[in-house]
């Protein structure tokens, strides 16, 4: 069995409890609470800038121009691209895109930006892709879910959200950071492969934590100015 096979059927819990999650059913049943959304945009707009950070950190740990290439497209794609399911959201809440960006982040996604940064700071390129696969690979099995049991039309709320991320690009994301943990993987010592494990779960729990943060707007015990 691939590493990433074995990763996939180790966490099948957590993925599963995300396609139950109330927000990730609400995508598909086209309603949703529009202060949640507001939520999850103004979170997720800063968790990118940390995931395409930890981009950068893999093209420092890179040392095939293939994979330097690859990370540098996955930067361009979050820019470029990512921003169409986040104006999807934002058309439904009729909220400009601009007004919900430069917010501090809420515990659960500041928790997953740390965990993320502090694992890939270990400098191996394995371990770096395991913390960081879930975000992409939950997203794929979300968007391909959401598409089969509710095939949703052009006049659907959440028609964008869903084909982008069932999208080809997405499949080739995936496949591609797979198969760079699977052959890291293999040549890494047995405790670095547990290492992977722990940071790939720990990032599937987070997947999670990120979707229940946004629902129940979850936010600092004292609120935080915006640092702007
Ligand atoms: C919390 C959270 N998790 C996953 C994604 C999805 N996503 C983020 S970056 C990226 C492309 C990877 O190169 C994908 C698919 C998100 N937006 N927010």
Redesign the pocket.
């Known amino acids: 069995m691939k590493f990433t096979e074995e990763l996939r059927e180790e966490n099948k819990d957590i993925f599963q409890a995300i396609f139950h999650h109330p927000f990730v059913r609400g995508l598909g049943e086209g309603e949703l609470p529009e202060d949640a959304v507001a939520h999850y945009v103004k ?2 707009y800063e ?2 800038n940390t ?2 950070q930890l ?1 950068g950190t893999a093209i420092s740990q890179s040392k095939k121009r293939e994979d330097i290439s690859f990370f540098q497209g ?1 930067v361009a ?2 820019l470029g691209d ?1 921003i169409h ?2 104006r999807n959201l934002c058309e439904y809440i009729g909220i400009p895109y601009e007004q919900l960006q430069g917010f501090p982040l809420p515990p659960t ?1 500041d928790h ?1 930006r740390t965990h993320m940064k502090s694992v890939a700071t270990d400098g191996l390129l394995g371990k770096t892709i395991a913390a ?1 696969l ?3 690979w ?3 099995e979300i968007g391909r879910e959401l598409k089969e049991e509710f095939a949703p039309e052009a006049e659907h709320p959440f028609f964008e959200w869903i084909d982008f ?1 069932a999208a080809d690009s ?1 499949d080739e ?2 496949d591609y ?1 797979k198969k760079r943990l699977d052959e890291e993987a293999e040549a890494a010592s047995p405790e670095d492969r547990q290492l992977m494990k722990e940071a790939f779960r720990k990032s599937c729990q ?2 999670y934590a ?2 229940e943060m946004s629902y129940t707007k979850e936010d600092w015990p004292i609120r935080e100015e915006v640092l702007k």
């Open positions: 979170a997720d968790y990118l995931f395409m981009y996955q794609f979050v990512e399911p986040h996604a997953y960081m879930p975000c992409p939950t997203y794929q991320y997405i994301t995936v950071l987070l997947e990120f979707w």
